[in-house]
């Protein structure tokens, strides 16, 4: 089996003391590969710098919309040159966040929308990070259209109507250990039999939402425990988890443009 740990965030302070035995269990758990995900300048910097030093790591630049308000052309400019790099696969996460207004509507709104010109003027694949935005990123992608854009929606937790349209854009869909939490996973596990298995990508969010049953004994959430979320979704799809993983590690790797028959030695 190999696994694709689509989105955390390595480069957390949290990770310091024990990185090389975090990789080493993700390794233990089939987790072959992992994307860190910036989510402002200094993050960004982070995630490449880790990647260039790990065969398994990948990168990808962008700004949260929780930092909108520190952002500037000076940083997406920053961004853009960190873009080139070759371990950079994608841009993100970007997005709207109105569940606790670390930045204004109109920061956040600005520049998602400056940060989709620049992702389609470099042709890299998109992290939308989404949350109680009732709509307004779904309004904002029609505003701003382009046939080429291809992008995962990072932590889905959204309704079955915002679902449907992200399938229809082409969007591929991230679940994470929200999956296996007993009430609030409850709606995202009546839906997840509803997705294409082409369209389905697994993440952590590390050090975030530790799924269970780690969650009861680990408040760090880590790749290694991505393993956990690839078989909640092949339980609750009645799926052999070993043809999920599969299909999950063709997913990421056409997303992001990998290579799936690489070798990945975490080193």
Not at 23 to 28: E, N, P, T, V
Not at 39 to 46: H, K, P
Not at 87 to 110: C, T
Request: overall charge negative.
């Amino acid at each position: 089996m190999q696994i694709f740990d689509s989105h955390c965030h390595l480069d957390d302070r949290h990770f310091e003391p024990d990185f090389a035995e975090v990789l080493q269990r993700a390794k233990i758990a089939e987790v072959n590969r992992m994307l860190i995900v910036g989510v402002d300048q200094r993050t960004s910097d982070r995630a490449i710098a880790l990647a260039r030093r790990h065969a398994a790591l990948f990168a990808a630049v962008g700004v949260h919309p929780h930092d909108s308000q520190s952002c500037s052309e000076n940083v997406l400019t920053h961004l853009q040159a960190l873009a080139s790099d070759p371990k950079v696969v994608a841009w993100g996460e970007i997005g709207l966040d109105f569940n606790r207004m670390y930045s204004p509507q109109k920061e956040q709104e600005h520049w998602f929308i400056r940060q989709l010109e620049i992702s389609e003027a470099l042709g890299l694949p998109l992290i939308f990070h989404e949350r109680d935005s009732r709509g307004r990123l779904l309004e904002i992608l029609k505003m701003h259209p382009d046939s080429r854009r291809k992008a995962v929606v990072h932590c889905f937790s959204g309704t079955e109507t915002e679902l449907a349209q992200y399938l229809e854009m082409g969007f591929y869909i991230g679940i994470t250990g929200i999956v296996t939490i007993r009430k609030r996973g409850e709606s995202l596990r009546r839906m997840i039999p509803s997705i294409p298995s082409d369209r389905l990508l697994v993440e952590t969010d590390a050090p975030y939402l530790t799924p269970t049953p780690q969650r009861n004994k680990f408040r760090r959430n880590e790749p290694a425990f991505v393993r956990e979320v690839l078989l909640k979704m092949a339980e609750v799809r009645g799926e052999n988890p070993e043809q999920l993983a599969d299909q999950v590690w063709a997913n990421t790797c056409g997303l992001f443009g990998i290579d799936p028959s690489d070798d990945a030695p975490q080193a």
